[in-house]
T-cell receptor, first 114, second 117 residues
Framework: DTEVTQTPKHLVMGMTNKKSLKCEQHMGHRAMYWYKQKAKKPPELMFV???????INESVPSRFSPECPNSSLLNLHLHALQPEDSALYLC?????????????FGPGTRLTVL | AQKVTQAQTEISVVEKEDVTLDCVYETRDTTYYLFWYKQPPSGELVFLIR??????QNEISGRYSWNFQKSTSSFNFTITASQVVDSAVYFCALSEAKGGSQGNLIFGKGTKLSVKP
């Protein structure tokens, strides 16, 4: 299984809602990533989990809260988002998080904040 | 400072033409890794190739080839006999071995390739 899956594919939420994005991989990878991608821009790194511990948090607002329940799962909890948070949220995984490991990406969740 | 520059924002070609996507990078590390990813309209980034800084051999995979030149800090990507299915945004990315940024991918802004029938 060489897939990274993400649910939901699309999400529309109001600014007062609480929702979660989910990501799963069964490749035995020990590093998982959240990226945010705005239209016509490259992906921007948000968080990195390495061996189930948060290793990088790229100064992301606290309305985004990551969680790594186990080595195969990664969640992104959303609360009190702003319309400018509307974007494609991509999850990725890599073997160990080392700089030479390629990252495998999921199809993303297209988030719209009203 | 680390940086990846893809100067071509958009390229449009007709099917069967060859096309080269340019990538220039900046890094102070002596050990680093370069990647190319393809992002079709569906949104998922697809890994195409990794090249490490010690290996300047060019690589060919079917219609795809990559030219890595450390002297010019470039890692260019050529598609031979392009097809409509090659239409996508292509990202070049850099990953450094040191400096607390291990595993971080530094992306270029991407080149949108449109292949017309």
């Amino acid at each position: 299984d060489t897939e990274v899956t993400q649910t939901p594919k699309h999400l529309v939420m109001g600014m007062t809602n609480k929702k979660s994005l989910k990501c799963e991989q069964h490749m035995g990878h020990r590093a998982m990533y959240w990226y945010k991608q705005k239209a016509k821009k490259p992906p921007e790194l948000m968080f990195v989990y390495s061996y189930e511990k948060l290793s990088i948090n790229e100064s992301v607002p606290s309305r985004f809260s990551p969680e790594c329940p186990n080595s195969s799962l990664l969640n992104l909890h959303l609360h009190a988002l702003q319309p400018e948070d509307s974007a494609l949220y991509l999850c990725a995984s890599s073997l160990s998080g080392s700089s030479y490991n390629e990252q495998f990406f999921g199809p993303g969740t297209r988030l719209t904040v009203l | 400072a680390q940086k990846v520059t893809q100067a071509q924002t958009e390229i449009s070609v007709v099917e069967k033409e060859d096309v080269t996507l340019d990538c220039v990078y900046e890094t102070r590390d002596t050990t680093y890794y370069l990647f190319w990813y393809k992002q079709p309209p569906s949104g998922e980034l697809v890994f195409l190739i990794r090249r490490n800084s010690f290996d300047e051999q060019n690589e060919i995979s079917g219609r795809y080839s990559w030219n890595f030149q450390k002297s010019t800090s470039s890692f260019n990507f050529t598609i031979t006999a392009s097809q409509v299915v090659d239409s996508a945004v292509y990202f070049c990315a850099l990953s450094e071995a040191k400096g607390g940024s291990q595993g971080n991918l530094i992306f270029g802004k991407g080149t949108k390739l449109s292949v017309k029938p």
